[in-house]
T-cell receptor, first 107, second 116 residues
Framework: AQRVTQPEKLLSVFKGAPVELKCNYS??????LFWYVQYSRQRLQLLLR??SRESIKGFTADLNKGETSFHLKKPFAQEEDSAMYYC?????????FGTGTSLTVIP | GAVVSQHPSWVICKSGTSVKIECRSL??????MFWYRQFPKQSLMLMAT?????????EQGVEKDKFLINHASLTLSTLTVTSAHPEDSSFYIC????????????FGSGTRLTVV
């Protein structure tokens, strides 16, 4: 069963506009959720994790257990935010990744 | 920061040949490494967990005789795709657990394998 769902494969927004990348998960226990980002020709890297409740590069993500969601948000998109974003759920040592959302920020 | 170096970044091989992919932890010891595969437009899927000094643990549906994993040292794990076929063409990526730091996992840059 698909543990992590990212419904949008492609997302385009204008520079300065708010952006939200959706992520829904399926897990009965206490989830540990991450957002990873892959910029063009670079390796996959951690963007943020829900337990630290931090904001990285202006991005935030709130875990909503009622809706089983972990959407990634940024109030004002920048061109350098264009990248591939993966939502991930970890259970034990196993990652479950979403299929990714390709974000394009239009100048 | 801790880096996992994966080599090669891309490889093209003929059907029936074997290809070895290396994953090295450059400035830390990785007792456990993970190998993932990603087909186009699909999620990263865990193939196996590689433990230093012991046999790898394969996920269901992954052929252990086809995808040979060796983790002979604390800094190197290798994945060998044996008798490769075009359907093995994929993006392979390794990951290692860090024991300290906020990022518990770090990823290699991936290997794009094309079997012709």
């Amino acid at each position: 069963a698909q543990r992590v769902t990212q419904p949008e494969k492609l997302l385009s927004v204008f520079k300065g506009a708010p952006v939200e990348l959706k992520c829904n998960y399926s897990y009965s226990g206490s989830p540990e959720l991450f957002w990873y980002v892959q910029y063009s020709r670079q390796r996959l890297q951690l963007l943020l994790r829900h337990i630290s409740r931090e904001s990285i590069k202006g991005f935030t993500a709130d875990l909503n257990k009622g809706e089983t969601s972990f959407h990634l948000k940024k109030p004002f998109a920048q061109e350098e935010d264009s990248a591939m974003y993966y939502c991930a759920l970890i259970t034990g040592n196993q990652f479950y990744f979403g299929t990714g959302t390709s974000l394009t920020v239009i100048p | 920061g801790a880096v996992v170096s994966q080599h090669p970044s891309w490889v093209i091989c003929k059907s029936g040949t074997s290809v070895k992919i290396e994953c090295r932890s450059l400035d830390f010891q990785a007792t456990t490494m993970f190998w993932y595969r990603q087909f186009p437009k699909q999620s990263l899927m865990l193939m196996a967990t590689s433990n230093e000094g012991s046999k790898a643990t394969y996920e269901q549906g992954v052929e252990k005789d086809k995808f040979l994993i060796n983790h002979a040292s604390l800094t190197l794990s290798t994945l060998t795709v044996t008798s490769a076929h075009p359907e093995d063409s994929s993006f392979y990526i390794c990951s290692a657990i860090l024991r300290t730091g906020r990022n518990g996992y770090t990823f290699g840059s991936g290997t794009r394998l094309t079997v012709v």
